[in-house]
């Protein structure tokens, strides 16, 4: 019996252990890591196992992958996130020469305003002079600008006519006259007179115009709108070293440089210049005879469209009697009416400021006529004017004091 007892404990001890051990070996397993692979680009793979330690001291395999050849297909490979055994994530980006993929229209953002050209002007223009930048839209330097730089000294000269009553003239033909601005639109007013001549609009270095500055009498023209790209540029006026062969000289002057800045939903392209594909042979021209015909059409009166029309009227008391306009000369108060010819109806009137100046504005497509009734003074616009401005002047004799005015 005792021998029996001896041999059952015996057993138990042995199955106590063997259940012990087991236990011990499940719980070191699952406390095991699992390894971990980093892909880098490469075609062949060159295994390499490096020991780390860890918090448990259990060692990690890192395969580290080294490209064997250059493909022709140039590829990127990205990994976005860490490849393990149970998930790997790879992105390829390949450039494939030779293939062409079309590019694709892109639509503008909403609100842009798209033009072909910069809008024409309509004088007069605020003055930069008495505003600070960034201007948009318009705006006039005039000669006296302190943005405008004369190479040599140019005579100051005061006229009625000229954009804010004074320009600058030059009579050095190697002299010239610059400035530097930012918009996308320039435009030009000059003097044109008897001893004035050829003078070159320089943009960034480029001869964009020559113009002739000759006239029969002293004229405030203006040139056309340059469309430029947006950004800063620099204007120079300079003499082109010759003349009409009716000028006196080679004198330069300006008037005012007007420019446009656009705003910032607002893009001007210009249209694609065409020009004229030349024909390798002539295209003869095949023989007509006309043996009959319709009657031809006689022409018939249209009326004109009506137009927008600025009326630019001073009216001065020429005291000192240099058949000039000079400051505190302007005569106020004095009514101005712009009436139709045949009706004689009234469509626009306005009085004079303190310095004798008064400007009206009309749409009309009928005959028109500026009137001071007053001094029963009367001026035409020209039908040429139509749709722009005129500027009149009426300077009265020393005999009509201010006081008797009615």
Same mark, same amino acid.
């Given at each position: 019996m005792r021998r029996f007892l001896l041999v059952l404990t015996g057993l138990c001890l042995m199955t106590w252990g063997m259940v012990f051990y087991l236990g011990v070996e499940q719980h070191?397993?699952?406390?095991?890591?699992?390894?971990?692979?980093?892909?880098?680009?490469?075609?062949?793979?060159?295994?390499?196992?490096?020991?780390? $330690?860890?918090?448990?001291?259990?060692?990690?395999?890192?395969?580290?992958?080294?490209?064997?050849?250059?493909?022709?297909?140039?590829?990127?490979?990205t990994p976005t996130l860490t490849p393990t055994l149970s998930r790997r994530v790879l992105n390829i980006h390949a450039v494939m020469p030779g293939v062409y993929v079309p590019p694709t229209a892109t639509d503008f953002p909403f609100g842009t305003i798209?033009?072909?050209?910069?809008p024409q002007p309509i004088e007069p223009l605020p003055d930069a002079t008495h505003q600070p930048p960034p201007y948009d839209g318009w705006v006039s330097f005039e000669s006296d600008n302190p943005a405008v730089q004369y190479s040599t000294p140019w005579e100051s000269r005061l006229n009625i006519d000229a954009s804010q009553g004074q320009y600058h003239r030059g009579e050095n033909p190697h002299s010239d006259v610059s400035m530097t601005f930012e918009?996308?639109?320039?435009?030009?007013?000059? =003097?044109?007179?008897?001893?004035?001549?050829?003078?070159?609009?320089?943009?960034?270095?480029?001869?964009?115009d020559t113009l002739d500055a000759y006239a029969p009498e002293l004229v405030?023209?203006?040139?056309?709108?340059?469309?430029?790209?947006?950004?800063?540029?620099?204007?120079?006026?300079?003499?082109?070293?010759?003349?009409?062969?009716?000028?006196?000289?080679?004198?330069?002057?300006?008037?005012?440089?007007? =420019?446009?800045?656009? $705003?910032?939903?607002?893009?001007?392209?210009?249209?694609?210049?065409?020009t004229d594909t030349p024909t390798p042979y002539p295209i003869p021209v095949a023989g007509?005879?006309?043996v009959g015909a319709p009657p031809t059409v006689q022409p018939t009166t249209t009326p004109n469209p009506p137009s927008l029309i600025t009326v630019s009227v001073v009216i001065?008391?020429?005291?000192?009697?240099n058949r000039a306009v000079d400051p505190a000369e302007g005569v106020s108060g004095i009514p101005v009416r712009v009436v139709e010819v045949g009706t004689n109806r009234v469509i626009a009137q306005s009085f004079s400021d303190d310095s004798g100046f008064a400007r009206l504005q009309v749409v009309t497509g009928a005959q028109a006529r500026v009137v001071a009734p007053y001094f029963s003074k009367v001026w035409d616009i020209p039908n040429s004017r139509r749709g722009g401005n005129v500027r009149f002047t009426l300077l009265l004799t020393p005999g009509n004091q201010p006081g008797l005015i009615p």
């Open positions: 070191e397993q699952a406390r095991a890591p699992l390894p971990t692979l980093m892909i880098l680009p490469s075609l062949t793979l060159s295994d390499t196992p490096t020991r780390t $330690s860890s918090a448990t001291d259990t060692p990690t395999a890192m395969a580290t992958i080294t490209p064997t050849y250059t493909p022709t297909a140039t590829a990127t490979f798209l033009l072909s050209t910069p918009g996308e639109g320039l435009r030009i007013r000059y =003097v044109a007179a008897r001893n004035m001549g050829f003078f070159q609009v320089v943009v960034d270095g480029v001869v964009i405030f023209p203006a040139t056309k709108v340059y469309t430029l790209e947006r950004g800063q540029h620099t204007l120079t006026l300079r003499s082109a070293q010759t003349r009409n062969p009716l000028s006196e000289g080679y004198v330069l002057s300006l008037d005012a440089v007007q =420019v446009f800045r656009g $705003s910032a939903n607002m893009l001007i392209i210009p249209p694609p210049a065409q007509i005879e006309l001065a008391y020429d005291e000192n009697g």
